[in-house]
């Protein structure tokens, strides 16, 4: 097999494609890395698995030894134990993963080694933590010289863990955000979501609106649509007007800023219904310039308000 370029700057249109590989975004600035959360550490990892690299994922959350950190690593890239006994060692163990002795594959684009809980092993022993780092980072330049890009991503929220091969750790690249906790409502319960729209006419906006709620909202419980509310504050409108730049259209001349407010009632999670509401407006065609939302546990003072606003759910009549 003969290895080219991961990244060939004498193709301009190539060049600028691979530009926008998540691999880029980390080789750009060297080959060690650090994620807050474990949530990150694996997005990254699958974005790198999905690129075509060999990914060595091992867990230092048990660890209480730096020989429970020698087993991990001879068992990851599957070489004898005797042979990466100590920290004088790993020079040697990490120059035969870059030229691909063990621990590596010529067919795959290059190697990742990913330490989850790397945290642990600093509490153990922070002087050979930092030591790994380093010798990986050097061993991990020189495999750039036979085209195999190396890349060691830990968990850590330690700031203080270079330089590695004279360059800092910097946290990696995050691309994928960790989705919201979950924020579950119960039949009790209110939640309000409000939208800010420009219209011409908002009684039309509402009739385009009230199939789309009937198909989202039915199913988890009641709900109530306010009357469309004129909004007038300056500072809104320009906030507004900024927003609507993105719509595909220019907003016509005569096109206010209309508060359209939604009440519910019934089971779902707070997160998940916004996200809903946004997708089922983009697919419906119809676009807002913002939209929040305010929870009302059941039992508050603030709820009874919100019921005396959403008179039909405080009924029970619906929609």
């Given amino acids: 097999m003969v290895r080219s370029a991961l990244f060939d700057p004498t193709d301009h249109d190539l060049f600028s494609e691979q530009r926008q590989r ?24 699958g974005r790198l698995t ?62 990742v080694l990913a330490i989850a809980g790397f945290d642990t092993l600093m509490g153990v022993d922070a002087r050979t ?20 890009p190396m890349l060691c991503l ?47 006419d908002p009684a039309d906006y509402l009739a385009d609106l009230r199939p789309l709620l009937t198909d989202l909202l039915t199913p988890i419980g009641r709900w109530q649509v306010l009357e469309p509310v004129l909004i007038t504050d300056p500072t809104a409108v320009s906030n507004g007007g900024r927003n609507a730049r993105h719509r595909p259209e220019p907003l016509p001349q005569d096109a206010g800023l209309w508060q359209f407010s939604i009440g519910i009632r019934g089971e779902g999670d707070h997160n ?11 697919d419906a065609g119809l676009h807002f310039e913002g939209m929040f939302s305010r929870f009302y546990a059941a039992g508050t003072e603030e709820h009874g308000h919100a019921l005396d606003k959403y008179s039909e759910l405080r009924d029970g009549t619906g929609i």
């Fill in 22 to 45: 998540f691999d880029w975004s980390l080789l750009q600035n060297g080959n060690v890395f650090r994620y807050d959360t474990f949530f990150e550490l694996d997005s990254a990892c």
């Fill in 154 to 200: 830990v968990e850590s929220t330690a700031t203080d863990l270079g330089p590695v091969g004279g360059t800092d750790v910097y946290r990696g690249s995050v691309w994928v955000v960790e989705p919201d906790p979950p924020d579950p409502f119960r039949l009790d319960d209110l939640v309000e979501h409000t939208l800010l729209v420009f219209v011409t």
């Fill in 129 to 148: 933590a930092r030591v790994i780092l380093d010798v990986f980072a050097r061993e991990a330049r020189l495999a750039g010289l036979y085209g195999h």
């Fill in 50 to 111: 999905g690129l075509g690299y060999l990914v060595h994922r091992i867990d230092a959350h048990a660890w209480t030894s730096v020989e429970d950190m020698y087993d991990a690593f001879a068992e990851a890239m599957s070489y004898r134990r005797s042979y990466g006994g100590g920290l004088g060692a790993f020079s040697d163990v990490f120059a035969d993963v870059g030229t691909y002795v063990f621990g590596s594959d010529p067919e795959t684009t290059g190697t």
């Fill in 272 to 282: 998940e219904l916004g996200d809903q509401l946004v997708r089922a407006h983009h």
